[in-house]
Nanobody
Framework: VQLQASGGGLVQAGGSLRLSCAAS????????LGWFRQTAGKAREFVAA????????DYSDSVKGRFTISGGGAEDTVSLQMNNLKPEDTAVYFC????????????????WGQGTLVTVSS
């Protein structure tokens, strides 16, 4: 599976950014898609996920109410709208995919793309 993410950048606290990702690869039935993030010296942290048909979503408590994940349709694309960004949201964000949405409940992913850096200045 190939995952291509885009949309990172520098933004001031309180601002917004939108990340996008497209998945391509071997599965005919598509993928559940999600985002993780990582800062230096810390473990990767689950952010949000969406099921293949887009009917189910899951968010970490730290982003709930500020971030919105969308997509999960036939095109295997996903977006993450990030609003009211905080300096603690600064991280490298990774687009990920699972064959099953339920795998995200374990806060893990089978397929990982290259990260995109999000920097939130105070």
């Amino acid at each position: 599976v190939q995952l291509q993410a885009s949309g990172g950048g520098l933004v001031q606290a309180g601002g917004s950014l939108r990340l996008s990702c497209a998945a391509s690869g071997r599965s005919r039935s598509g993928y559940a898609l999600g985002w993780f993030r990582q800062t230096a010296g810390k473990a990767r942290e689950f952010v949000a996920a969406i099921s293949k048909g887009g009917s189910q979503t899951d968010y970490s408590d730290s982003v709930k109410g500020r971030f919105t994940i969308s997509g999960g349709g036939a095109e295997d694309t996903v977006s993450l709208q990030m609003n009211n960004l905080k300096p603690e949201d600064t991280a490298v964000y990774f687009c990920t995919a699972n064959d099953r949405f339920s795998t995200f409940y374990g806060r893990t992913a089978d397929y990982w793309g290259q990260g995109t850096l999000v920097t939130v200045s105070s």
